[in-house]
C-alpha cells in the first residue's frame, strides 16, 4: 500500500537497509506507523516490533533513528516514545 505518510518519511539509503527484515515485499510497511486517522489500538507496532525482533540489522536501524530524532514509526523495535527515553541515556540500547 502506499501512505502519503509513509511516503514523506525519507532517509537517505543506508546499505543496510537491503538487509532489513522490514524490507521485505511481502510486508506492508504502514504497520510500522501510527494510522493517520482515530487512535491507534493497543496493540499498534506489536506486528512491526515482532518483525525488528528477528531483524539482523536491527541496531543499525535504532542508530539512524536515535540519530536522526525520528519521532514517527516503529524503528529499531523501539516506539517513538522509547527512543525518546533512550536518547537522553548516554548508552546505546542492548538489542
Given at each position: 500500500?502506499?501512505?502519503?505518510?509513509?511516503e514523506?518519511?525519507?532517509?537517505p539509503?543506508n546499505?543496510?537497509?537491503?538487509?532489513?527484515?522490514?524490507?521485505?515485499?511481502?510486508?506492508?510497511?504502514?504497520?510500522?506507523?501510527?494510522?493517520?486517522?482515530?487512535?491507534p489500538?493497543?496493540?499498534?507496532?506489536?506486528?512491526?516490533?515482532?518483525?525488528?525482533?528477528?531483524?539482523?540489522?536491527?541496531?543499525e536501524?535504532?542508530?539512524?533513528?536515535?540519530?536522526?530524532?525520528?519521532?514517527?514509526?516503529?524503528?529499531?523495535?523501539?516506539?517513538p516514545?522509547?527512543?525518546?527515553?533512550?536518547?537522553?541515556?548516554?548508552?546505546?540500547p542492548?538489542?
Amino acid at each position: 500500500m502506499n501512505s502519503p505518510f509513509v511516503e514523506t518519511v525519507s532517509i537517505p539509503r543506508n546499505p543496510w537497509q537491503e538487509q532489513a527484515a522490514c524490507a521485505s515485499q511481502d510486508i506492508d510497511p504502514e504497520i510500522f506507523f501510527v494510522p493517520e486517522r482515530g487512535r491507534p489500538s493497543a496493540d499498534w507496532g506489536r506486528a512491526a516490533i515482532e518483525i525488528c525482533s528477528r531483524c539482523q540489522v536491527r541496531r543499525e536501524c535504532l542508530e539512524v533513528a536515535l540519530r536522526m530524532r525520528e519521532h514517527r514509526g516503529i524503528w529499531g523495535g523501539m516506539t517513538p516514545a522509547e527512543r525518546r527515553s533512550k536518547a537522553h541515556s548516554s548508552t546505546m540500547p542492548k538489542v
